[in-house]
């Protein structure tokens, strides 16, 4: 009798053991598709500093940073990568109940690309021309901002929607004009143009200033659970670091999940990234800098109620 009592405290010990140790299972979704964009996530993945954090993550392909944005509020997914506008047009518009939790990209990449030998060289040139991008990037929802602070009529721009996939694609075999993609990905995109020059028009060189791409969690999470919200970011910018200071090794980690990304392109998007990133402020969010971030986006659209920058980020976990 006492062997048989022996063994079942055992066992529930190691049951209790088992439970207290189980990992949190999460599901993370990226702005768009898997790039070399995403390499850190896979870094964090891979040597397991998620599994550290008590973490069973899952990285699933998003459709844009508006789609990521509905999938977190819509608990699909826990935590998203987005742009600030998304966020800020989401919580304007529909009241969508996500904050951004961790700053990623501090400097802006948006940007329009076209082939040098279209004749596009300045914003004007836009004019009259057809602009290609996935049906949820935040680059033609802050078209209006640019096209302002670039003096050019937004109204005699054509927008056409691809999927995520066929932008690069959609320049190179000459199906638009130009296409709007983030500057991290201009060794992506001038592979795929057969390396012919690109031209490269920065929604920064206009004059705009703002945040950008960022973890997103939804307020549910963010008051029930902040503590997993924590754990994500910090595992997150362990591969982020790791990732910036060996590209290649990061790109090499992200092939091994996703073997058509190409290691050269995936170490040039990571080096882009590592540009952006403001690694002294380890994704603290500056309210002064969020508010003027929510202000370009409300100068830009109207939307259906007023927003302030605490609507749209957590300073603290």
Do not use: C
């Amino acid at each position: 009798m006492k062997s048989i009592v022996k063994w079942l405290t055992i066992g529930l010990a190691v049951a209790t053991a088992t439970a207290a140790n189980a990992a949190d299972k999460v599901s993370f979704v990226t702005d768009f598709g898997y790039l070399g964009r995403h390499a850190y996530y896979f870094v964090a993945l891979e040597k397991g500093y998620y599994k550290e954090a008590g973490l069973d993550v899952n990285i699933v392909r998003g459709q844009g940073s508006a789609d990521a944005v509905k999938q977190v509020a819509s608990g699909s997914a826990e935590f998203g990568f987005a742009d600030a506008a998304a966020v800020i047009l989401g919580r304007g518009n529909d009241n969508i109940p996500v904050k951004m939790v961790s700053m990623i990209y501090s400097k802006a990449p948006h940007a329009i690309f076209a082939l040098k030998d279209s004749g596009i060289k300045t914003p004007k040139d836009l004019e009259g021309r057809r602009i290609a991008d996935a049906p949820n990037s935040a680059i033609p929802r802050l078209f209006e901002a640019y096209a302002k602070a670039a003096g050019i009529d937004s109204a005699k721009v054509k927008w056409s929607v691809v999927s995520s996939d066929a932008i690069a694609a959609s320049l190179a075999l000459g199906r638009s004009d130009a296409v709007g993609y983030y500057s991290i990905s201009e060794a992506l995109l001038k592979k795929s143009a057969g390396n012919k020059e690109l031209v490269q028009l920065k929604y920064a060189d206009a004059g705009l200033d703002f945040y950008s791409n960022g973890i997103i969690a939804s307020e549910k999470i963010l008051q029930s659970n902040p503590d997993l919200v924590r754990r994500f970011v910090e595992a997150t910018w362990r591969g982020l670091k790791d990732a910036a200071a060996n590209p290649e090794e990061a790109a090499k980690i992200l092939n091994k999940y996703h073997s058509q990304i190409d290691v050269d392109v995936g170490a040039a998007e990571v080096r882009a990234v590592a540009s952006l990133v403001d690694m002294n402020a380890a994704g603290a969010i500056d309210e002064a800098r969020m508010q003027k971030t929510v202000d370009i986006v409300s100068g830009a659209y109207e939307m259906k109620s007023k927003v302030k920058a605490q609507d749209v980020f957590r300073s603290k976990l």
